[in-house]
T-cell receptor, first 110, second 111 residues
Framework: NAGVTQTPKFRVLKTGQSMTLLCAQDMNHEYMYWYRQDPGMGLRLIHYSVGEGTTAKGEVPDGYNVSRLKKQNFLLGLESAAPSQTSVYFC?????????FGPGTRLTVT | RKEVEQDPGPFNVPEGATVAFNCTYSNSASQSFFWYRQDCRKEPKLLMSVYSSGNEDGRFTAQLNRASQYISLLIRDSKLSDSATYLCVVRGGNAGNMLTFGGGTRLMVKP
């Protein structure tokens, strides 16, 4: 099992550009999450999904959109990137108590 | 005030030392508690859950004090491989059923 995978691993965007981050899990988990991690801030929840076709806002949803068309995939979109969105993005999935994280995507917006 | 607060450290300790980290949480409605470990430039991984009765996993002991809203992690006989950032995590409270992460405490174990 690959667990949770994320693509791409690194990306540099210019302000105003758009991009989509892909998260995939092969553990048949219902719950999936997108977090961002900034120095000293801990992980903050952007959006999450409790099942295929459902999404909900987390703590810091502004500037991001998500989709969960297939159970194994959770996409995070940035429509118009801003420097404040420079961060490390982690996807996670869970069945019960434990969340399993992907390796992260390092995004820089210049 | 942050919902989950931790001393960012770093804690610099020699191999073999005992080290303790503390964490406080602000919402008394929080239901579940965890310690996650995060290595440099890697993803977080669950280290252990924390129960009111206290629980131990090898060299690691976790304690929860609900009255004081305080969580602790004790590491005995520190190894070089214990060097990492330890994240205090709470479920429930302001975030509903979601997890809220503290900023992490960095541990560096020296030879």
């Amino acid at each position: 099992n690959a667990g949770v995978t994320q693509t791409p691993k690194f990306r540099v965007l210019k302000t105003g550009q758009s991009m989509t981050l892909l998260c995939a899990q092969d553990m048949n988990h219902e719950y999936m999450y997108w977090y961002r991690q900034d120095p000293g801030m801990g992980l903050r929840l952007i959006h999450y999904s409790v099942g295929e076709g459902t999404t909900a806002k987390g703590e810091v949803p502004d500037g991001y959109n998500v989709s969960r068309l297939k159970k194994q995939n959770f996409l995070l979109g940035l429509e118009s990137a801003a420097p404040s969105q420079t961060s490390v993005y982690f996807c996670a999935s869970s069945y019960a108590r434990e969340q399993y994280f992907g390796p992260g995507t390092r995004l820089t917006v210049t | 005030r942050k919902e989950v607060e931790q001393d960012p450290g770093p804690f610099n300790v020699p191999e073999g030392a005992t080290v303790a980290f503390n964490c406080t949480y602000s919402n008394s409605a929080s239901q579940s508690f965890f310690w996650y470990r995060q290595d440099c430039r890697k993803e977080p991984k669950l280290l252990m859950s924390v129960y009111s009765s206290g629980n131990e996993d090898g060299r690691f002991t976790a304690q929860l004090n609900r009255a004081s809203q305080y969580i602790s992690l004790l590491i005995r006989d520190s190894k070089l491989s214990d060097s990492a950032t330890y994240l205090c995590v709470v479920r429930g409270g302001n975030a509903g059923n979601m997890l809220t992460f503290g900023g992490g405490t960095r541990l560096m174990v020296k030879p």
